[in-house]
T-cell receptor, first 116, second 116 residues
């Protein structure tokens, strides 16, 4: 089973709203990732969590706030977004074997976000 | 810095025919993973095939195979007996490993069109 689920599938929000994206995996993976993908572009890494701790923040604006409440769940809290933040947000997970090991990332179906 | 180049923005193939998608990468590392991901209009990034750099044998997965030329830093994907369901954006990706974290570096993608 290599399933990563994401909710909601679609989200429309105003610039003053607060919303959250949710990602879940039950593969026992200990590394989870958030990517942003603009139309016709490759995904861009935003955050990496390893064993529920934030490992990488790729200089993402503070209006994006990640949270990893447990090893299966990853959230992305959104607040005061801008129209240019409209994109597909992808979650991924991998085993989290640690330094020195190469891993395969498995992606969820994404959340299509539109900021008005 | 690691870079991945996909020089074909779009490719076309007829059903049942064979098509090859090109990918080159630049790295000074000797050990790494390479991936091909497929992203259909449904948006989910689906792992197609993985190649470990230390393996000389080219990876195969059913109708999908790669031609991995490590010295030339080339990693092409061959799709045999193309099917309508193969129509998608295909991303080549390099797994970059640094102290404590891993990162996927994606190419710009090749859109594959499949005609009946």
């Amino acid at each position: 089973d290599t399933e990563v689920t994401q909710t909601p599938k679609h989200l429309v929000m105003g610039m003053t709203n607060k919303k959250s994206l949710k990602c879940e995996q039950h593969m026992g993976h200990r590394a989870m990732y958030w990517y942003k993908q603009k139309a016709k572009k490759p995904p861009e890494l935003m955050f990496v969590y390893s064993y529920e701790k934030l490992s990488i923040n790729e200089s993402v604006p503070s209006r994006f706030s990640p949270e990893c409440p447990n090893s299966s769940l990853l959230n992305l809290h959104l607040h005061a977004l801008q129209p240019e933040d409209s994109a597909l947000y992808l979650c991924a997970s991998s085993q989290g074997l640690g330094q020195g090991a190469f891993e395969t990332q498995y992606f969820g179906p994404g959340t299509r976000l539109l900021v008005l | 810095a690691q870079t991945v180049t996909q020089s074909q923005p779009e490719m076309s193939v007829q059903e049942a025919e064979t098509v090859t998608l090109s990918c080159t990468y630049d790295t000074s590392e000797s050990d790494y993973y390479l991936f091909w991901y497929k992203q259909p209009p449904s948006r989910q990034m689906i792992l197609v095939i993985r190649q470990e750099a230390y393996k000389q044998q080219n990876a195969t997965e059913n109708r999908f195979s790669v031609n991995f030329q490590k010295a030339a830093k080339s990693f092409s994907l061959k799709i045999s007996d193309s099917q309508l369901g193969d129509a998608a954006m295909y991303f080549c990706a390099y797994n970059w490993r640094n102290t404590g974290f891993q990162k996927l570096v994606f190419g710009t993608g090749t859109r594959l069109l499949v005609s009946p």
